[in-house]
């Protein structure tokens, strides 16, 4: 098994743990994905509006488009027909004037357009009113009950420590 030695951290590790990079010699960076994410994320951290800008542009092109149709699509493929019922009847109920949709969050009771939050799709009409962030905060709330989506090997919070292993 090839080796190579990360120029960050210093340490000998596989080549399945640095990213594929073409125009390398070996094929892939010269930094492990761990340093190389901790690089990404101080990076972003420290010039915030910048990465948000190109984050926003990159979003907008007809490629990342179709990627994020093709994921919803997949999104409620999985959740089953329960959740497409739902959505009808949530939004059939708005239409005919059955729920009324509120000018606040109803968790941090901002003054904003809230989206309605499904905690149970067998209760269509059972929504919660939240503002976009409380909304992904929910959702985040969810996950962490359900069990993680995430490795926690792939969210570095520091550059690692060891040297010259």
Not at 10 to 23: F, G, I
């Amino acid at each position: 098994m090839k080796t190579k030695l990360c120029i960050i951290c210093s340490v000998e590790k596989p080549l399945a743990d640095y990213y594929k990079h073409p125009q390398m010699k070996l094929g892939v960076l010269n930094r492990c994905k761990v340093c190389h994410k901790y690089e990404i994320n101080r990076l972003r951290a420290e010039n915030p509006e910048k990465y948000r800008a190109r984050d926003r542009a990159r979003s907008n092109t007809p490629e990342r488009r179709k990627q994020l149709i093709d994921k919803q699509k997949r999104k409620r493929a999985a959740l089953g027909p329960i959740y497409d019922k739902a959505h009808s009847a949530f939004a059939r109920a708005i239409k005919n004037g059955a729920v009324i949709v509120p000018d606040h969050c109803s968790r941090c009771l901002v003054q904003c357009r809230p989206q309605g939050h499904h905690d149970d799709y067998n209760k269509p009409l059972d929504v919660m009113w939240l503002c976009p962030i409380c909304h992904a905060a929910r959702h985040g709330e969810l996950g962490r009950l359900r069990g993680s989506l995430f490795n926690a090997e792939d969210k570095p919070t520091r550059p690692p420590t060891t040297k010259g292993k």
